[in-house]
């Protein structure tokens, strides 16, 4: 049984940090490109970040420059460093993988 669990959202100010983590179970974790979606109320989810099994990265716009995502494969986790966090950032953070989604995490930033 596939398992994405997040953890290390909350509430911060505009111009704070927060990392989020994403522990996977019951896949062969170093073999999948790991992603970062969210979603904010009233709109679609979209992604903000992956990493391939290679360690390559991908962001979107609005993030670049602010996050980075990372991947430990030993502990099967992959991480997303946000930093100069802003308002608009505030959504359900997903990990992603394949077809399977985590349950999400609450960031919220506050101005």
């Known amino acids: 049984q596939v398992q994405l669990v997040e953890s290390g959202g909350g509430v911060v100010q505009a111009g704070g940090s927060l990392r989020l983590s994403c522990v996977a179970s019951?896949?062969?974790?170093?073999?999948?490109?790991m992603g970062w979606y969210r979603q904010a109320p009233g709109k679609q989810r979209e992604l903000v970040a992956s990493?391939?099994?290679?360690?390559?990265?991908n962001y979107a716009d609005s993030v670049k420059g602010r996050f980075t995502t990372s991947r430990d494969n030993a502990k099967n986790t992959v991480y997303l460093h946000m930093n100069g966090l802003k308002p608009e950032d505030t959504a359900v953070y997903y990990c992603f993988t394949y077809t399977y989604w985590g349950q999400g995490t609450q960031v919220t930033v506050s101005s």
């Open positions: 990493i391939t099994t290679s360690g390559r990265t």
């Open positions: 019951g896949i062969s974790f170093s073999l999948n490109t």
